[in-house]
Nanobody, 123 residues
Framework: VQLQASGGGLVQAGGSLRLSCAVS????????MGWFRQAPGKERAFVAA????????GYADSVKGRFTISRDNAKNTVYLQMNSLKPEDTAVYYC?????????????????WGQGTQVTVSS
């Protein structure tokens, strides 16, 4: 199983980035997907999650209204559209997959993880 995250980079505050997570070796349509992030010196934290069908999503309070998670099962890819970025959004962003049927914000409930992509927001 491989989860390949991409799309990170350096952006000014107020800007946008779109992260992608390409999944192989795992049937995406059977997987609930999540995005997490980890800033230096901090624990990995939940950002967003989306159900298998894409009908339901969940977000951390800190990103609600600014970030949007979506998926394209035909392309085996999950996305995270990040708008109105703030310096406090700076972190390594990870995508993750789980076979659980419900939205989860807990790191321990995800089975497979990508390698992470760096997002840096300058003030």
């Amino acid at each position: 199983v491989q989860l390949q995250a991409s799309g990170g980079g350096l952006v000014q505050a107020g800007g946008s980035l779109r992260l992608s997570c390409a999944v192989s070796g795992r049937t995406l349509s059977n997987s609930l997907m999540g995005w997490f992030r980890q800033a230096p010196g901090k624990e990995r934290a939940f950002v967003a999650a989306i159900t298998r069908s894409g009908d339901y999503t969940g977000y951390a309070d800190s990103v609600k209204g600014r970030f949007t998670i979506s998926r394209d099962n035909a392309k085996n890819t999950v996305y995270l559209q990040m708008n109105s970025l703030k310096p406090e959004d700076t972190a390594v962003y990870y995508c993750a997959a789980t076979s659980r049927p419900y939205l989860s914000r807990w790191v321990r409930e995800y089975d497979d993880w990508g390698q992470g992509t760096q997002v840096t927001v300058s003030s």
